[in-house]
């Protein structure tokens, strides 16, 4: 099993790098539907022994949220504005990818002293989580559209999912399912401010909203 | 003890009901002043008694406020303070229903300012707790701001009141850490807790900034010269007068608690008082503005109470109990004098300001004959202020050159030092300040009126006229009854100088003596004149204009061509500016000369330090240019940063 | 009243008056409902606190939920603050006729889930149930932000949510690292999200995992309350919300945040030894706070952005406050509550004037005094307040905070702050008097004093007056067990 | 109270005129002209007293209450000052400062009675009396001071008395920087040459005569008879320090101060027929140098 989580990790190195060298959006979506999807495998396996129905429950969850209703929603909005590809970001795609190989870097030099306990855990997956959260934070940043802002804002989320699901694991379903709950609400809301900002000002690039400043 | 709460309710209460009179514009300035006159008079009871017992009076209120208690206690200190502040206040009091009237808009709130000012500072002076000295600091900053923004609908008013809070809430600033260092070990804010511990010279640093600007030490004193002019007069005599001796009541009890002073604390107030006095009087003399110039000569006589008190501090320190005690009663006398004498400045000033409605000097003259109830007055307070036997002025300064005297005849060089400096500083305070005063009166009152505005002045109504002669009446008492005044303070100079009698100060008979024997003389030698003149020809003519035909009040010397020669003489610390336009050619035209003297402190040194700090604070404006992508960067920057800082 | 179900309906109240909002017809209606809403919640939590008082704290929900002196104190406040921004947005929307009913029913649902959400912050004991009511007010109250759907009020609505969500993720982080701080076999699974619990065995917790995530959830939540440089959405979202929203962000939305850190606190210390770990980041991010905001009120020209920067000034005072603890603790609790009491009244009063003025921009709001009495000098009056004169009781704690500082020997954040506080002084006074009493550029008649308004002016102040010179035993009672409470020494 | 002590008030009463003939006497001689005879000033005030008077109608009872004041003000100060050994009639400690601010006092109000005429000559001549006594006053207290310092005593009684011989010769330097800061002080105060030119009929260049042009009759005697008694206390004050007869006999010690008086007075002449005024603009320094000169033997004293 550890070998499945390990192609996981793997998975999610590459994605983040891919999603940094990607100009196209709706690439993009799909780059992160599908780590959503490969997020949502992982309560299964790390219960390797006994895959109860709340695992279940919860990796279906997660997927059906972060690999089908999060890339429908973006991408109706990505129709409404009628834009292709992120145009002229703050960084560069090439230096991006230098600049996530470098947070991988960060990641793990600053986590080397930390030992979380747990069974059977990869001891990458808290360097990655917060690689993985790193990455969305870059990618918040250096991008212009606002649906690249929410990606970026998506994948910082499937950071922090991975730590939970792995590491802290049976935390009480109720506060798990709270929480993709108001995820679900904030891409939603997301979602629906991005609908308005094009409607009021023809774009949806977050780099021209700056009329409030000082 | 109960008089003086009393007293405090009775002001409160007085200023609550002339607020709720509202709109009734007579019964409310009637009320509010009521309250104050009453209200004083009710606790002036208890500070007298203590002086005249020598018992201080004391109480404790449950005051649930961690590290406040509701310490109350007026010994021969407080007692002294609160007497000029609350008479002066009933005084001015009385005034002011005079001179609002006519007001531009009800004056229920001005009252209620005004008696919570009062209130502030008598609970200042009696307060024996640190955060309720603050609350009563505050309160007492709060309402005189809101007295000085009167006439808010002037720029120069607002403009006044900003610096005006601005410099004392920062003074507050010193204040608050100079109470939080002293109470430290002990963890109580109770005055008889506080201890200075080991860095008292930091202590006596901090509490000579905080009070220093409220008192008007130079450099600190810029509010002074605006805040002053702003405010109605009664106001102006009020601040002047007595608030800004809380900030010389704080230093004084600090002193108390900070233990036994080393000589360096001594040079230091010598030589803040010099600065203060001379520059004081030199920025005065450049003025035109009466009220203004007033304002300065505030902080000329701040100076020479820092000269008398630094006296004190050298006696204390070099065990001289002669020298401490002169220095002392000097400079506490100074106190009580000044709020005498700058009361009635302000008072008559106000009464010019009131009757033509200039405050410029070069616009009035000729309104002794005019205003005679006003200019006796003010000639009583201008020959006081001036150091002029035989006024009170005298006896506060003949104590502190008597002091310096003594220290440079008899002590070592340590202390002789700074007292030459007094007695030099104080010598040329007082040709400056006489220089000054003849100006202010000479020009406003004597020759002849130099505009429209003084053609048609009168003397104001007997509520305005009478606590000025009160206090001219005043002036003349103190200095004529001197050794008496003296020893009725002598418990609170005894609380500075340490226990004892008072040696020397019983030399002031001496003065009233030959004071008594020059008012005789006069009064023989004008009786000699009227003799010698009864049955002869006495006739009236125009002044000899050295034989020009025309003469007219405008070739009258001006306030600024009597001060040019002194001006000119120092322009290295006045910075005059001159506005000169000068006749030319065959057929010249009209020309003129203007000349400002604005505040050098505040120009060269708050302005600078001002921008500066505005320049730095403006740099950060990148930090919010508007983009959310930076925002976000700042965060993770931030989360980076502490994760790196913090975990290795 | 049992104390369980009290707390239980202190949960179910809001949200049911949430939805109950949605079915009224007009906004009379769906303001009186608002209004007999947080009536009804304000008697629960006052309640509550009484039980709380005298009886200790109280669990219920299967330990899910639990309310002791620090929850019921900042339920005290929060219900304060809502019922004073309740009637101040009922007078405000009166003076605005934009509001439809449908938007008033939205309003009002909002207003009420948001406040559900932060009841919910308030009552759980769950970290993770707190962070879920943080994450849901955040994002009801981001619709607030744009009732009125201009371009200006979008764009800080899409900053506020961009940034507030990167930060309540961090601060998710940082609560499950907590709870991996305290894995098997300290805690179960299940428990490791209880506060009791963790308070419980804090000292065996894992410090460094417990380290990692309190720089997590100081960012976090801190990005929530405002302290800089992660405030940045603050001036933003303040200035373009209706005023009493920006009331209630700025009066208790910060505050809610701040507790969320406060209950780690003692967590953390516990974990780490009491050595003060946490403390220094408070204090660094007090002070950091302070000095930020001086810079952006000194040049500031909108009225509400000035107001948005002196909350982050105070959130400052509070971090500094609680990072000093003790007296400061104690203080810095005190303080939220004349925080909330005085921002509250001064966004009233900004909201009011904007609508009289039609604007915001400090330099044509002119004569404010004359033009609207009641409104023009209860925003005066609250600035004084604010710039901490006395005798309202910001001076008070402010000066509490500052004897604490000295207490401690932190003569560094001692004098940043007076110099912070100075700044901010001399700046934001010229302002209020400028606005205060400058001639007005048009003439315009003065507008006649409603009662509501004088009554809306005149409490608060007259509260702040009392509370600055008078502080009640049983209140000085309430904010030493809530500050040792955020100690760790409670019972 | 005993006999002596009245000794300098009753000279002073009596001579203060006779000082000012002998000035002029001096002038005269050393022009080569025969001059005014040395009583004309008896003369003057007599002539004067018996006049009546005609007052500007811009004047108030400031004008008329300044002559008064002068004379009064120079009364007071000659019962501060004793005659060599003996006692002042009032003298006490400190009594030096109630000295100067006497003739504070005195000046306030001749300025104020110039000012009140209206007259724009008179105001030239009070701004320029109050710069140069502004700058007098601390040259006279600092000297004061020096000699305070060296007697150890702070009444001019006490200073009298130690100034000795003895005293010169140990701290004679000092002491005669104290008699120039003294002489300087004295020129000035007096509006003698080189400040001021008593004899000038020019009014834009006089200073103290030009604000009594208004005064006449007896007003005008008052002013010219306090005049004379300031040049006479101040000149005692001076001859008081710089010529230490002190033999114990009241008598010789009156022949010596007389004598001291009669030199001064020889001195003032010499100098008023030698020396032209100073420029306006260099008066100030001349001043400045006499508080310099103070200021020097305060240095050498407290060494």
Sequence with gaps: MNMLMETVVVLLILTNLMLLGTSRLFACIRLVAFQGVVLGCLPVLVHSGHVGARAVGLAVGTILLKGVVFPRLLFRALREANIRREVDPFVGYSVSIFAGILALAVSIWTTRHLTIPGPGVSTLIFPVSLFTILVGLFHIVSRRTAISQVLGYLVLENGIYTFAVVIVGEVPLMVELGVLLDIYVAVFVMGITIYHINREFDHIDADQLDSLKG | ?648 | MNPELLIVALLVLPAAGAGLCLLLPSPRAVFAAILACVAGMAALSAAAAAHVHTRGPVRTAWDWLFVDSLSTYNLLVMTLVFLMSSAAARQYFRGEDRLSPHLARRFGALWLGSLSGMNLVLISNSVGLMWVGMEAATLLTAFLVCIHRTQASLEATWKYLLICSVGIAFAFMGTLLTAASAHAPLLTPAESLLWTRLLEVAPRLDADTLKVGFVFLIVGYGTKAGLAPMHSWLPDAHSQAPAPVSAVFSGFMLSASLYCIMRFVPLVEAATGNSGWCLRFLVLFGVVSILVSAAFIVFQKDLKRLLAYSSVEHMGIIALGVGLGGLGTFAALFHTLNHSICKTLAFFCAGRLGQIYGTHDMSRLAGTVKRAPVCGSGLFWSFLALLGMAPFAIFMSELQILKAAADAGAWWPFSLFLLGAGIIFVGALRHAISMAWREPGEPGKPEEAVWEDVFLVVVPLVALAVLGLWMPELLKQMLWRAANTVAGSAR | MEAPRLAQPVLAILFAPLLLGVVNRVKAWVGGRRGPPVLQAYWDLAKLLRKGAVYSRSTTWIFRAGPIVGVCAALVATALLPVGDTPALMGFPGDLILLAYVFGLARFFTVLAALDTGSSFEGMGASREVQFSALAEPALLLALAAVARNTGSTSLTGMMQGISVHAWTTAGPALALVSAALLLVFLAENARIPVDDPATHLELTMIHEVMVLDHGGPDFAFVLYGAALKLWVLGALLVGIAVPVRSGDPWIDAAGFAAGMLALAVVVGAVESSMARLKLLRVPQLLAGAAALSALALILVLR
């Design chain 2, 1 to 648: 003890m109960s008089l003086f709460f009393v007293g405090i309710g009775v002001l409160l209460v007085g200023g609550l009901l002339s607020a709720a009179a509202g709109r009734n514009g007579p019964w409310s300035g009637r009320l509010g002043a009521l309250g104050a006159v009453v209200g004083c008079g009710l606790a002036l009871a208890p500070a007298v008694g203590v002086l005249g017992t020598g018992v201080a009076l004391e109480s404790r209120l449950p005051w649930p406020m961690p590290g406040g208690s509701f310490r109350v206690e007026i010994d021969a200190l407080s007692a002294f303070f609160l007497l000029p502040i609350l008479a002066l206040s009933a005084l001015a009091a009385v005034y002011g229903t005079g001179y609002l009237r006519p007001a531009p808009r009800p004056p229920g709130a001005h009252w209620l300012y005004y008696n919570a000012l009062v209130a502030g500072m008598a609970l200042t002076v009696a307060a024996r707790n640190g955060i309720l000295f603050l609350i009563a600091w505050e309160t007492m900053t709060l309402a005189s701001f809101f007295l000085v923004t009167y006439d808010h609908q002037k720029e120069s008013v607002r403009e006044a009141g900003w610096i005006y809070m601005v410099a004392t809430h920062l003074g507050t600033a010193f204040l608050l850490a100079l109470f939080l260092l002293l109470q430290k070990s002990s963890g109580s804010l109770d005055f008889d807790r506080l201890e200075p511990g080991t860095h008292a010279g930091l202590l006596f640093v901090l509490a000579v900034l905080g009070f220093g600007t409220k008192a008007g030490f130079l450099p600190l004193h810029v509010w002074l010269p605006e805040a002053h002019p702003a405010a109605p007069s009664h106001v102006s005599a009020l601040m002047s007068g007595v608030m800004i001796k809380t900030g010389i009541y704080g230093l004084v009890r600090i002193l108390t608690l900070l233990g036994p002073p080393p000589l360096w604390w001594g040079w230091l107030l010598v030589g803040i008082g010099a600065t203060s006095g001379i520059l004081g009087v030199l920025f005065a003399l450049a003025q035109h503005d009466l009220k203004r110039l007033l304002a300065y000569h505030s902080v000329e006589n701040i100076g020479i109470i820092a000269l008398g008190l630094g006296l004190g501090v050298l006696g204390v320190a070099s065990g001289s109990h002669t020298l401490a005690v002169l220095g002392f009663a000097g400079g506490l006398l100074h106190v009580a004098n000044h709020a005498a004498f700058k009361g009635l400045l302000f008072l008559g000033a106000g009464a010019v300001l009131h009757a033509t409605g200039a405050r410029e000097i070069d616009h009035l003259g000729g309104l002794q004959k005019k205003m005679p109830w006003t200019a006796g007055c003010f000639l009583v307070g201008a020959a006081a202020i001036s150091g002029l036997p035989p006024l009170n002025g005298f006896v506060s300064e003949f104590l502190i050159y008597l002091g310096a005297f003594r220290a440079v005849s008899g002590l070592g060089t340590g202390v002789a030092v700074p007292a030459i400096a007094v007695i030099g500083s104080l010598a040329l305070i007082g040709g400056l300040a006489a220089a000054c005063f003849s100006k202010a009166y000479g020009m406003v009152f004597l020759g002849e009126a130099r505009s429209g505005h003084a053609e048609h002045a009168h003397d104001p109504g007997g509520a305005m006229v009478a606590p000025m002669l009160v206090l001219a009446a005043a002036c003349a008492a103190i200095g004529l009854a001197g050794p008496w005044v003296v020893r009725a303070i002598g418990p609170a100079i005894a609380a500075l100088a340490g226990p004892g009698d008072l040696p020397e100060t019983g030399l002031l008979g001496r003065v009233s003596l030959g004071a008594g024997a020059f008012l005789a003389l006069a009064a023989l030698l004008a009786f000699l004149r009227s003799r010698l003149l009864a049955g002869r020809r006495v006739g009236a003519a125009a002044t000899w204009g050295c034989g020009y035909a025309a003469p007219s009040p405008r070739m009258q010397y001006t306030a600024s061509s009597y001060a040019q020669p002194l001006t000119d003489l120092l322009r290295l610390f006045l910075r005059t500016r001159k506005h000169l336009r000068q006749p030319g050619g065959y057929f010249p035209g009209p020309s003129s000369l203007e000349t400002e003297t604005p505040d050098v402190c505040r120009d060269r040194i708050f302005e600078p330090v001002f921008r500066g700090f505005g320049w730095v604070l403006a740099r950060l404006n990148w930090l919010q240019v508007g983009q959310v992508h930076l925002y976000v960067l700042y965060i993770a920057l931030t989360l980076l940063a502490l994760l790196i800082w913090r975990l290795h």
